[in-house]
């Protein structure tokens, strides 16, 4: 059923007015991107009303509410989303191919809202989409960066950042609600004052500096059935409005060092995943916006309830890894100083409303906080802090008199530190990991001692991904197959693409499943020519790694086996070959210089490699700019082979993985993260799995022995590869990867050459290329695996992954929006 809003006529109509609005022009004068603002404001329309409907219905229904807090939100764009999701999409299409538009070019205008860096920021923005879609009121609590992630350029095969002013033309799925700002407080001192009344000590904070959060909601429409749940973004301003009486006072440097504040605040996003960068302005942005959403949400409750006692009844904080981690100690705060509770009572609600998610082990992205920096900047909280460690100290000496070891390893506050992920288990009621690998490896290494000393908390939830985006959306020809052959109940049961099983081994089925991937790989070539003017051939298999560029997901790896490919390529020139496309595509931090030189590396390699005209389009290699959401919905679905080639225990799930598999690209990779119960799903036959396992990695790292140096010394082909990096082959400046030949083998690199076991999996890697290779050369061998690859992920729905989470920890109502 369309909504009227969405009968042709009325939609065209609309979208003219809106032009004449907006720009004062028709629509045959507007820009592409005037008209894309029109259509999305004409789309917006339909959502606010349904906006307005579920504000109702949950007003009426008083269920209970998850607040998802989230330094990131990847959410891409919206236009297309919120079509798939309102069952518009064909018919829009339409009506814009009736005014002469093409609906692609006019998604193209959107920008990407990317307010995330890799697989956490997009994993929560899947997730916004499972809880509208399943019925269950949410909100995603974030920041408003005025830049996202920045977009990359590559310039002389170097990467360059340029910043995305993604709110340069006005961003049309926002709104501002000034009625609910908040402010925020840094810095000051704590005093303390008898309250002779309660008999009890009373914490006033004075001297601080103050912010106004100011919330911008965006609409998260769930497929289907009318609910629309609110992303909900902060953004600072200065206070001056509230009390600009500081320049009265002669206060002027308090009135600047403000209104700075406010400006720098959420100016950007830091772009590093799985690294902590331990800069002060990174803890102001999350006390700002966990700050602003706790008191958003309790005044939100106060609203309807009158015990606060009973909080956890109605409200959950999920931290989504340890960056809003000080939420707990805020809600404390709160509790505490303004609702006037005592501390058992404020422990005992904190404790029910706080859980966890654990999303790394990489040690270089634990957060701890300088005891100097974090009670300078937020001393009441400090101080709370305090409080809960000396209890929880005490705990643990109850538990293991006499042993000091057991602090030292579990303190919150130790060795000068705050410790986010000892405080977020200690308080959180619940600590999940995102693969059950990942969660494995918390239980039985990472997190041992707090597994030991409180087992109940610990629980897994392998990730997943939405399919409305990621197939619907990304790779319309393969919905509509699927649709065709299955009916369209996989939209929001994902696990009926089971019935296509069927399919494996029917030919005709086969062969349109093949076509369809051969159409996509298509469109992607067209893309890359676009985009990279590099020429491609649709013939040819597409390996692709895309991911977040970081040591451990090891691209190295990849291109390493590439520079051996050439190698045997050149030296047997006779030898049978199938043609191959290498693409990457990743963003590195732009502070990790090792990564940026891998980028550099791939693109050197690139040139020569595409330029040899002796191996005649054997090898291509292609550095996809800018990977982000809107072009990764493109690649997946002209995938072949999915790279998901992490050091065994480094990946703790990967998201990636999943869709390339939804999208019929059997995995080449190692038993890391998700791979693992991929294989499971597919079985082993179906994908390609090198290496060594999570066992044997954590065995090297805890007892040593692992010496590239051997590998180097006995295997020529691999000491050839190594050697070219640093012998003019790729680079005239023999100097230029030497450090990446360095991290490989020189013995002064902590804590070992090689610390991600490069050339121990190389020969692991390349028998398995070599059995992709044979594997695709049988047609239909292989287009029955990548069918199968799509009929067995039905498990790696992030709805199958939100329903978990509220069987086991949130125990949400569902909640009835769209009448019948
Ligand atoms: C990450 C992990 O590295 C990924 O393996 C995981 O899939 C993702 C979502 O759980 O979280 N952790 C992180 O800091 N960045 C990630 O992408």
């Excluded at 809880?131 to 960066?145: P, S, V």
């Excluded at 705990?395 to 977020?424: S, T």
């Excluded at 390996?543 to 291109?559: A, G, M, T």
């Excluded at 490919?565 to 043609?579: C, G, S, T, V, W």
């Amino acid at each position: 059923m369309i909504d009227k809003q969405f009968e042709k006529e009325e939609f065209k109509k609309s979208v003219k007015e809106n032009v004449k609005f907006l720009y004062r022009k028709t629509l045959e004068e507007a820009t592409q991107e005037q008209i894309f603002q029109a259509v999305s404001y004409t789309v917006k329309d339909v959502i606010i009303d349904n906006w307005l409907k579920s504000q109702k219905a949950y007003e009426k229904q008083d269920p209970k509410i998850v607040y998802y807090m989230s330094m990131e939100f990847l959410m891409g764009r919206a236009l297309g989303n919120n079509l798939i999701n309102l069952g518009a999409y064909g018919e829009v299409k339409e009506a814009l191919e009736e005014l002469g538009l093409d609906i692609n070019c006019i998604e193209d205008q959107e920008p990407d809202p990317a307010l995330g860096n890799g697989g956490l920021g997009r994993l929560a923005a899947c997730f916004l989409d499972s809880l509208a879609t399943l019925n269950y009121c949410a909100y995603g609590c974030g920041i408003r960066y005025r830049y996202g992630m920045f977009k990359q350029e590559i310039r002389d095969g170097y990467q360059v950042e340029a910043p995305d002013n993604w709110l340069k033309n006005g961003y049309p799925f926002e709104l501002r609600r000034p009625e609910y700002a908040k402010e925020v407080h840094f810095g000051g001192y704590v005093r303390v004052e008898w309250d002779p009344v309660k008999n009890e000590n009373k914490f006033i904070h004075e001297g601080y500096q103050a912010v106004k959060a100011v919330p911008y909601d965006m609409p998260i429409t769930g497929y289907n059935n009318d609910v629309v749940n609110t992303l909900r973004i902060w953004d600072a301003e200065p206070i001056v409005d509230f009390n600009l009486d500081s320049f009265d006072k002669g206060d002027y440097h308090n009135a600047v060092e403000q209104e700075n504040l406010a400006r720098t605040i959420v100016e950007v996003l830091y772009p590093n995943d799985n690294h902590m960068a331990g800069k002060e302005l990174r803890l102001k942005q999350q006390y700002f916006f966990v700050s602003a959403s706790l008191q958003a949400a309790i005044a939100k409750y106060k609203k309807t309830h009158d015990d606060i006692t009973k909080l956890h009844e109605k409200v959950v904080f999920q931290m989504n890894d340890t960056h809003p981690t000080v939420a707990v100690a805020e809600l404390m705060r709160i509790l505490i100083d303004e609702e006037g509770l005592g501390w058992d009572q404020a422990w005992d609600i904190t404790t029910k409303c706080c859980a966890y998610t654990n999303h790394t082990i990489m040690s270089e992205a634990l957060e701890k906080w300088p005891i100097e920096l974090f009670s300078r900047l937020l001393p009441r909280v400090y101080q709370i802090i305090e409080e809960i460690n000396r209890r929880f100290i005490l705990e643990i000496q109850q538990k293991y008199p006499g042993n000091f070891e057991k602090i030292k390893k579990m303190a919150i506050i130790y060795d000068g530190q705050v410790k986010m992920a000892h405080l977020a288990i200690v308080a959180g009621y619940s600590v999940n990991g995102v693969a059950r690998l990942h969660t494995e490896i918390l239980k039985n290494q990472e997190l041992k001692d707090f597994y030991e000393m409180m087992p109940e908390k610990f629980n897994n939830k392998t990730n997943g991904i939405t399919q409305r985006r990621f197939l619907a959306h990304g790779n319309p020809l393969l919905a509509d197959w699927v649709t065709d052959k299955i009916g369209p109940d996989w939209i929001t049961d994902l696990s009926q693409l089971s019935k296509l099983k069927v399919y494996a081994d029917d030919e005709k089925a086969l062969q349109e499943f093949m076509t369809i991937k051969f159409k996509n790989k298509e469109r992607l070539a067209k893309y890359i020519l676009e985009h990279n003017g590099v020429e491609v051939d649709p013939h040819s298999i597409f390996d692709i790694q895309v991911k977040r560029l970081h040591e451990y997901k090891r691209q190295l790896l990849n291109i390493l086996h590439v520079i051996y490919l050439y190698n045997q390529i050149k030296a047997h020139p006779e030898m049978d070959f199938y043609p191959r496309t290498f693409i990457f595509g990743a963003k590195a931090s732009a502070a990790y210089a090792r990564a940026k030189k891998i980028i550099k590396l791939i693109n050197c390699v690139a040139d020569v490699v595409n330029n040899d005209a002796s191996i005649n389009g054997k090898l291509k290699v292609v550095f996809i700019e800018n990977y982000r959401v809107s072009n990764a919905e493109i690649i997946f679905a002209a995938a072949d082979v999915s790279e998901q080639i992490s050091t065994a225990s480094k990946e703790a799930s990967g998201t990636g993985n999943m869709k390339f598999m939804l999208n019929g690209a059997p995995t080449l990779g190692t038993m890391d993260g998700a791979n693992v119960e991929i294989v499971q799903e597919v079985g082993e036959e179906n994908a390609f799995i090198f290496g060594m396992s999570s066992d044997q990695i954590i065995n090297y790292e805890n007892n040593g022995g692992y010496d590239p140096d051997f590998i180097y010394n006995t295997d020529p082909e691999i000491r050839q590869v190594l050697m070219q990096l640093i012998n003019g082959t790729f680079s005239s400046d023999t100097e230029m990867f030497r450090d990446i030949y360095n991290s490989l083998l020189d013995k002064r690199n902590m804590p070992r050459p090689d610390q991600y076991f490069i050339l121990g999996d190389f020969r692991s890697y390349a028998e398995a290329q070599k059995r992709v290779e044979e594997a695709y050369k049988d047609e239909k061998r292989w287009a029955k695996m990548a069918l199968l690859n799509t009929a067995c992920s039905g498990k790696f729905t992030s709805d199958r992954t939100i329903q978990e989470y509220v069987d086991d920890i949130w125990h949400l109502d569902k909640v009835v929006v769209k009448e019948n």
